[in-house]
């Protein structure tokens, strides 16, 4: 059992950037995954970016590379999304997950935990 809980999210400009975090509890092994997932309004939850516990394996989407960073402090048991050059599209629900497996891919199905997610607004 893994526990999530994300903050940080918020109002922001087009260009500005925001920092996510999800603390985590429970069973944390090295070969963990976490991940960060988005669903906007009447879309599907989208794959954003992901790490192994260890950070030995770093995975983003093409519509985030480049703007967005993902990293975890271990002695806080925390995961990091800072996002950054935000632009409209980026407006969604946030969600921090998290697996047993190293990586289970970009579909959200794949993955067994989640927060409750976090709102991220970005304005023109």
């Known amino acids: 059992q893994v526990r999530l809980a994300e903050s940080g999210g918020g109002l922001v400009q087009a260009g500005g950037s925001l920092r996510l975090s999800c603390v985590a509890s429970g069973r944390l092994y090295s070969s963990n995954a976490m991940g960060w997932f988005r669903q906007a309004p009447g879309k599907e939850r989208e794959f954003v970016a992901a790490t192994t516990w260890s950070g030995s394996d770093i995975y983003y989407a093409d519509s985030v590379k480049g703007r967005f960073t993902i990293s975890k402090d271990s002695a806080k048991n925390t995961v990091y999304l800072q996002m950054s050059s935000l632009r409209t599209d980026d407006t969604a629900v946030y969600y921090c997950?998290?697996?047993?497996?190293?990586?289970?891919?970009?579909?959200?199905?794949?993955?067994?935990?989640w927060g409750q997610g976090t709102q991220v607004t970005v304005s023109s």
């Open positions: 997950a998290s697996d047993f497996a190293a990586y289970p891919g970009a579909q959200a199905t794949k993955w067994d935990y």
